[in-house]
């Protein structure tokens, strides 16, 4: 397939918030906000240039864990189709989908309607997942999650392709042809080597600057050339100066002073980077989205 970013372009999309509430990452706001919220970012980032907006996947979270993790994880499927019809240009990517949750005909069937409706916008974020009670409770083999996903998109390959698998016809067809791009994430030397053999591109999960060279090499030496995409999720990142404490590491400056930060993952081999922002409420979200696509993401690859 030819990659879905084009080639010597450095493009940059976003996570979308209020759907995920993790505690690494949500903002105190986001736990009072909706789909109104939601909707308005994703149009934001539609309108600024942005490649994709991100929702992510969880199905159930065990009680231990929801302290941390949250227990709320909107539908991917159901959010990026409802995004299907608030946006024109940007790409809907599942960030990331577990494809062993699900049949993969069944994620084709889904994969393939939200190609339909968006007029071939579906990017299709695929992982192994990591809950070990989510599996259990959805009666799937953590232990063998890893096959299972190799095996998983296959099958998922082929239906998107073709529309066919064992005698089974699947409609919709996706819009892009000869299927949706597929980017598999996780940072494991496995997930890396995963992507480069059964997929369009690499998603990591939080692979620091100063490691990627090496994941770089696993992914070019598993895949055989040059192709494919790499991506990256960035620091956190503010245009301008904040007046008030963002409380993490963040680099904030002149659009500069951003792009010249966000080359430093170019230059080792990354071509598409998800960037995020720290915010007091979803008005000054928008506002640096509003920037950095207009003012920092031109500079970007250069």
């Not at 299972?148 to 066919?164: H, K, M």
């Not at 030397?189 to 770089?216: C, E, F, H, K």
């Amino acid at each position: 397939m030819p990659p879905v970013v084009p080639a010597g372009t450095v493009v940059f999309g976003i996570q979308l918030p209020v759907q995920a509430q993790s505690t690494y990452f949500v903002e105190q706001w986001e736990l009072g906000a909706g789909p109104a919220e939601v909707a308005a970012v994703a149009q934001a980032a539609d309108r600024a240039g942005f490649f994709y907006v991100g929702v992510c996947d969880h199905v159930a979270i065990p009680d231990e864990l929801a302290p941390r993790m949250s227990a709320v994880w909107w539908d991917t499927i159901a959010t990026l189709g409802w995004l299907a019809g608030l946006t024109t240009q940007t790409r809907l990517l599942s960030s990331v989908f577990n494809l062993t949750y699900r049949h993969p005909l069944v994620s084709a069937k889904s994969f393939a309607t939200l190609d339909f409706l968006s007029h071939g916008r579906a990017l299709i974020g695929v992982g192994a997942g990591h809950v070990e009670k989510e599996f259990a409770a959805l009666g799937v083999d953590f232990a063998s999650r890893g096959r299972q996903l190799d095996e998983g998109l296959e099958v998922l390959d082929e239906a998107l392709r073709t529309g066919v698998v064992d005698g089974m016809e699947l409609q919709p067809r996706a819009v892009q042809q000869p299927r949706p791009p597929i980017w598999v994430g996780g940072s494991a030397p496995a997930a890396i080597r995963r992507a480069a053999r059964l997929a369009d591109g690499w998603l990591p999960q939080g692979t620091p600057l100063d490691l990627m060279p090496g994941s770089v090499d696993i992914y070019r030496k598993e895949r055989g050339d040059e192709t494919g995409d790499i991506g990256a999720i960035s620091e956190w990142l503010y245009v301008g100066e904040p007046e008030w404490d963002v409380n993490r590491p963040c680099v904030s400056g002149s659009p500069e002073q951003l792009a010249d930060n966000l080359n430093r993952w170019a230059a080792v081999g990354v071509n598409h980077l998800q960037v995020r922002f720290p915010s007091r409420g979803v008005d000054e979200l928008i506002d640096q989205v509003t920037a950095f696509g207009k003012q920092v993401g031109p500079l970007l690859g250069r």
